[in-house]
């Protein structure tokens, strides 16, 4: 997206040949025409710029005198922001901040889950806790947006048997990450099971943002952020029924599902879903330094009610087995942001296009029901 008044650069063959203030715009986001006046002089230029903040070689269009730079790219640099992705996971909602074309930092306290983030997109991930005040300084300093994604377990209403919050989930920290100075600001989260806990965000459905729909999840965005940049874009329109038409929901408990199960995503399979299979409909291909079991790992926390007294959780190590990490694995893709929904949001901001890069691959891996062809994947 391009605005006026933005300073753009001309890039050809990786020089930057010169640079410019648009002083035109014409048209909307991914047709636009911007009228740019070089700072090299001459007359202004009316060039067809894509949607992309790099794009591919603008179209001199009318009232050029002559193009001096007729094969490179229009980049606008302020269009490139540094986010901090907190409670970055394993780095789902990072990833696709950067295939928007954003520099990107994810912080995440879980250490198993920051293993596996340290292998998606960029990698850049540190292990930290972001509630920490001097933290919170830190962000100020060195970072003009926030992209969080706190713990869904003390809100979600989809919650199974058994102990209620995680072990790095014990506090809804939903409000904490509101009140964050920054513009843009995203704050992602699960809806809660009363109305008047959902008043802080706009609800958005993850089939909205696929051209083909993968996956139908709710969730919740506030913040403080342009709502019209996204909203511009012809989306799938907000259903409730997204289930009839895309897998329904992805859940970090895949694993446990059958075809009777009417909380999990197994019930549109009719059997459990694979990992590959909970990944692609998150958006992503799973890396394969994430099947290596990391040296050291100690087994996952899970927990179980006290008997002597219900109230109380009592928390211990699973075994270490390769079957207890890829239910690590299982967990952290689905607590995660899907690519492709997060890639919206980014580039609403950095002008790339509407249409997320991957999805005709993603098209041809899919079958005409929606499901995954892994062999195709």
Not at 102 to 112: K, R, T
Not at 157 to 176: I, N, R
Not at 218 to 237: K, S
Not at 267 to 292: C, D, M, N, T
Request: charged residues 25%; proline residues 8%.
């Amino acid at each position: 997206m391009y605005r006026l008044e933005d300073r753009v650069e001309w890039i050809q063959d990786g020089r930057i040949y010169d640079q410019g203030t648009i002083v035109e715009v014409l048209g909307e986001p991914p047709y636009q025409r911007v009228k740019v006046q070089w700072d090299a002089g001459g007359f202004p230029q009316l060039l067809m710029a894509s949607s992309t903040a790099l794009c591919h070689a603008p179209i001199p269009i009318r009232e050029v005198m002559r193009n001096p730079y007729p094969y490179g790219r229009l980049h606008n640099p302020a269009e490139k922001l540094r986010i901090a992705v907190l409670f970055d996971g394993a780095g789902l909602a990072r990833l696709g901040l950067e295939q928007a074309g954003h520099e990107c930092v994810g912080f995440e306290l879980d250490p198993d889950k920051h293993h596996l983030s340290q292998f998606v997109g960029s990698g850049n991930s540190e292990l930290q806790d972001v509630t920490d005040p001097a933290f919170v300084r830190r962000l100020k300093r060195e970072f003009n947006a926030v992209w969080a994604s706190p713990p869904c377990p003390p809100r979600s209403v989809a919650k199974m048997s058994g102990a209620p919050v995680g072990c790095y989930s014990q506090v809804d920290l939903t409000p904490w990450a509101l009140t964050l100075p920054f513009k843009p600001l995203w704050v992602e989260n699960v809806l809660a099971e009363s109305a008047e806990d959902n008043d802080w965000g706009y609800r958005w459905n993850a089939d909205q943002f696929t051209r083909t729909p993968i996956q139908g999840r709710q969730r919740l965005i506030g913040g403080n952020y342009d709502e019209a940049a996204v909203e511009h874009r012809v989306y799938r329109p907000f259903s409730q029924n997204a289930a009839n038409d895309a897998c329904p929901c992805i859940t970090g408990t895949e694993y446990k599902g059958c075809a009777t199960d009417r909380a999990r995503a197994s019930r549109w399979y009719g059997r459990s879903l694979y990992l590959e299979e909970v990944a692609f409909h998150q958006g992503f291909k799973i890396p394969p330094q994430w099947w290596q079991m990391p040296d050291g790992w100690e087994g996952r926390w899970l927990c179980r009610r006290d008997p002597n007294n219900p109230e109380q959780v009592i928390w211990y190590r699973s075994p270490v087995t390769q079957v207890q990490w890829e239910r690590n694995i299982y967990q952290a893709i689905g607590n995660g942001v899907p690519v492709y929904m997060a890639y919206a949001f980014g580039a609403a901001y950095s002008g790339r296009s509407r249409v997320w890069p991957w999805m005709k691959r993603w098209e041809h891996a899919m079958r005409p029901d929606g499901s995954l062809d892994v062999e195709d994947y």
